[in-house]
């Protein structure tokens, strides 16, 4: 097999406020699920959790997105989870569940087991995507689409600085305790991230522009797991709001 040429296609996009932000990102995210169910007659996600994209998960449950998307044509996975149930208001799954899923007619989604134990949810989660993406054990899945966010002190998915999921090179889904967070986390693994097709960063506030300067360097060395998020063939794309591009209320 021919290998892949390694090329980066970063874009940045600044808006006044997160609806500005939300609203260039559901136009990004419906332009990218029209080319791959055109292509491949499925779009596959992969979500996280937080604060940041609660606007664009609105927006797209209302009713002028919710109408313009090919629902029963997405498939909805997690890039990270806190080991809590679903319920729980902790969770990524159950908070795009209230926000996004139950407000349109999505069926087809593959939430992490954060109510299990964490090693076997980590294997189940990698055996779920194998067995969707039809992959064998070596091969790694590419994901048409991933909603990243990004911590002040550089995380992202639940990737911290300094953690030994950096060095993570088989294996799709780990788990694993975050001293900082004190808790235990379910995470996609790099490789997974960066064979994804199209990696979209959402980030607000001026604490994270520090940080998101330093990200936004492809020329630095990476030391952060943010700025290690560089898809191998695929868009490289930052939606930001003002705050967080200037350092600036």
Avoid at 83 to 101: F, I
Avoid at 132 to 153: A, H, K, S, V, Y
Avoid at 189 to 210: A, D, W, Y
């Amino acid at each position: 097999m021919k290998a892949r040429s390694r090329s980066i296609h970063l874009s940045v996009h600044i808006h006044k406020d997160p609806a500005a932000m939300a609203e260039r990102a559901a136009h990004i995210l419906a332009a990218a699920c029209e080319e791959a169910v055109a292509e491949r007659g499925v779009f596959r996600i992969a979500l996280s959790g937080g604060q940041t994209p609660i606007p664009l998960f609105r927006l797209l449950a209302a009713r002028d997105w919710a109408d313009r998307l090919p629902w029963d044509k997405m498939t909805f996975f997690w890039v990270d989870e806190r080991c809590v149930g679903p319920e729980h208001p902790d969770s990524n799954y159950g908070l795009a569940r209230r926000e996004l899923l139950s407000h349109v007619p999505a069926t087809h989604f593959y939430r992490m087991r954060g109510d299990i134990d964490p090693v076997e949810a980590a294997v189940k989660y990698e055996q779920q995507i194998r067995q969707d993406f039809n992959i064998g054990p070596n091969d790694l899945p590419r994901f048409d689409f991933m909603i990243l966010g990004m911590g002040d002190d550089g995380h992202t998915g639940s990737i911290f600085p300094n953690s030994p999921a950096l060095a993570e090179r088989k294996r799709l889904v780990i788990d694993q305790y975050v001293p900082e967070r004190k808790a235990d986390r379910l995470t996609l693994t790099l490789p997974v991230i960066n064979n994804s097709r199209c990696c979209m960063f959402l980030v607000t506030g001026k604490e994270k522009h520090q940080v998101l300067s330093q990200v936004l360097d492809l020329l630095a060395e990476p030391t952060l797991p943010a700025q290690m998020v560089r898809p191998g063939v695929g868009d490289l794309i930052w939606v930001v709001d003002e705050a967080a591009a200037t350092g600036q209320d």
